[in-house]
């Protein structure tokens, strides 16, 4: 099952840099690029625990839509999001957030499989570790940068 982990250093209080990790506002901004929507359950604001949203973007040339729920959350330290209807076999994102040297050291573990078997495993490796990642990056860079300026949260 592969396993992406992303550290991230912002120079902000953690509790800002939680909020904005779960502003579903925020991720549509970061995910512009594939035209991801929330098209059901909690589709804007501050998702919290036991919420649903769905998401409909394009990615690797397909329209794809994904249900998540947040299942864990522990606020501002943690919260998870669990695929529950979507593309993959299995697909876990966890959010965690701790005070740093003077800012938050916000970090990503995402773990996911594609259905499929032998093909899914091949398919994992060679596309979907380095897509996934770089998707993680934007969204991280984005969270940073509004973290670290006066900029309020999107509504």
């Not at 990615?59 to 943690?78: F, M, N």
Request: glycine share 6%; hydrophobic share 35%; proline share 3%.
């Amino acid at each position: 099952m592969p396993n992406l982990t992303l550290h991230t250093q912002i120079a902000a209080d953690h509790s800002r840099c939680f909020d904005l990790a779960r502003d579903l506002d925020l991720h549509k901004q970061t995910l512009a690029h594939t035209h991801e929507q929330a098209i059901a359950g909690r589709t804007s604001g501050l998702i919290e625990l036991g919420e649903e949203v769905t998401w409909r973007g394009k990615h690797l040339g397909l329209y794809h839509t994904h249900t998540a729920k947040i299942t864990q959350y522990d606020r501002p330290r943690h919260f998870r999001d669990e695929m529950i209807h979507g593309r993959f076999k299995t697909f876990i994102h966890d959010h965690h957030f701790e005070p740093y040297e003077n800012g938050t050291r916000m970090t990503d573990i995402l773990v996911f499989t594609s259905p499929f078997g032998l093909l899914g495993t091949l398919v994992d490796a060679l596309v979907l570790k380095r897509y996934l990642r770089n998707l993680l990056l934007v969204r991280a860079t984005l969270i940073c940068q509004v973290a670290e300026s006066s900029q309020n949260m999107t509504k």
